[in-house]
Structure formats: structure tokens, C-alpha cells
């Protein structure tokens, strides 16, 4: 897996994790949302490759702007052709792992779809809120609360 803040990134990387967004979020699931935004200017960028480059995993992790100590894990996906390896629970660990290593983290907070809370739960995170729409797609807080 690599970790790389935006500026880090190639362009063929950039490419690549917006394709594999795309693909993911407004192809596959049929969701018409502005997937790229500034978010991604101050984010790390987790996320793993084929050998010729194609992004088969990924996720981004940014600080919350107003609550410093809650960092946030989104955009997780795992390509279609990638499914059923386990990348998903290594992806969603090494980013914890890597919010775990900020010292000023106390929560890791994230935007779940919904179908995907069970696999959540059993990476550490609690159910916060009631399901609700996130542009056509039900969705639900969760967190997780680092010990230190």
C-alpha cells in the first residue's frame, strides 16, 4: 500500500485514482456527484496497484477542519476485477494504522454505505447515526475512538 499526500502524487497516480473513483462511485453505482473536490488537496491518499499501474484500492484521510482531533477515512473502494482478496479490510487497516501514528488523533470518523456497516463494526467502528441519502445512496455515521 502506498501513503502519499496530493502534491506526492504522480500524475499517472492522480489519473489512476480518479478513474478508479469514477469507475467505482459514478459508473458502477450510478451516482452522478461532483467526485472530485478540494478535500483532496489536503488529504493522504492510501492505496495499492497493479504492476502496470491500475489502482485496484484505495481510500483518503483528512483531519476534520473543526474538530482537529477527527480524522476521517472516505472515498474506500476496492476495484471490481480486485474484489474477494481481502484488500478492503487492508486498506481500511492501514489507514487506521497510519491516523493511529497522528498524535493529536482521538477519533476516526467515516461515512459508511450502509451494506457495508457490518464489515465496519468488525474493523472497530460504531454505528453513530441513523441511516440517511447521500446522493441517492443510503449511507451512515460511524466512528471509532483511538486509545492511546
Known amino acids: 500500500m502506498w501513503i502519499k499526500e496530493f502534491k506526492a502524487l504522480t500524475t499517472r497516480e492522480l489519473f489512476e485514482i480518479y478513474r478508479a473513483r469514477t469507475d467505482v462511485f459514478v459508473v458502477e453505482q450510478a451516482c452522478a456527484y461532483p467526485e472530485v473536490d478540494t478535500v483532496d488537496l489536503t488529504s493522504q491518499h492510501v492505496f495499492s496497484t ?6 485496484q484500492a484505495y481510500c483518503r484521510i483528512y483531519r476534520d477542519e473543526s474538530q482537529t482531533d477527527h480524522w476521517h477515512i472516505g472515498r474506500v473502494l476496492v476495484a471490481k476485477t480486485a474484489r474477494g482478496h481481502g484488500l478492503a479490510r487492508e ?18 470518523d467515516i461515512e459508511a454505505q450502509v451494506y457495508l456497516s457490518a464489515f465496519y463494526q468488525q474493523m472497530g467502528f460504531e454505528i453513530m447515526s441513523k441511516p440517511f441519502d447521500d446522493f441517492g445512496i443510503a449511507h451512515q455515521e460511524m466512528s471509532q475512538t483511538l486509545v492511546n
Do not use: H, N, R
Not at 497493479?50 to 489502482?55: C, E, K, S, Y
Not at 486498506?91 to 476516526?108: G, S
Open 50 to 55: 497493479t504492476a502496470d499501474g491500475q489502482v
Open 91 to 108: 486498506l481500511v487497516q492501514t489507514a487506521i494504522d497510519w491516523i493511529k501514528k497522528q498524535p493529536e488523533a482521538k477519533v476516526i
